[in-house]
């Protein structure tokens, strides 16, 4: 109910001028278009907000690691970057490495320590972009210097994204590339 709505965001701590207008706005018989247009701005700025923090942790996450290794190809990518994991965990550096391929997951290796394989929740076994952001986040949190990925981005805008902005490699290696995902690519 409307009573029941306005008390609890007067626990919220919001005011009762506020959720006057809030009702105002979101009732379309009272709505004025100026209403509607600082409602638009409202949403349109919290969203941007929200846009704007998570490319600030992106990148701050992404500058605690020393050394990134973009893992690119049509074939054999999560083997590559296996072997690269390997030998950095081998050479005594903590490693991060996120693989995709049929089951999405992270390797966590520590000096001294075996490597553990992690798998990747996927909501309805789809892969989102968001994906690398969060294990960006992850490696940055477990404190590892090199972290390797493989990219599985078919569409160009994603692999620019994700390549220019978003991990800046400082070292790419390329599997192979035979013809695969034409209608795509």
Known sequence: ???????????????????DWLEQVLAPVRSSQPDLA?????????????AWWRRERL???????????GGWGTRGKSGTERIKAAMFH????????????????????????????????????????????DMVQQAAGMKARVMLWECMALRVPFVQLLEQDWMKDDLVTLTNAFPDHEDVQ
């Open 59 to 69: 990148r701050s996450a992404r500058e605690q690691l020393s050394l990134v290794i």
């Open 90 to 133: 081998g050479l005594g550096h903590p490693v991060f490495v996120k693989t995709t391929g049929c089951e999405a997951m992270f390797i966590q290796a520590y000096p001294g320590l075996a490597a553990r394989e992690i798998f990747i929740f996927r909501p309805h076994d789809k892969s989102s972009i968001w994906e690398q952001a």
């Open 1 to 19: 109910t409307p009573a029941r709505i306005r008390e609890l965001m007067g626990d919220l701590g919001m005011s009762a001028v506020l959720w």
């Open 38 to 50: 600082v409602f638009a701005v409202v949403v349109l700025g919290m969203i941007w907000i929200e």
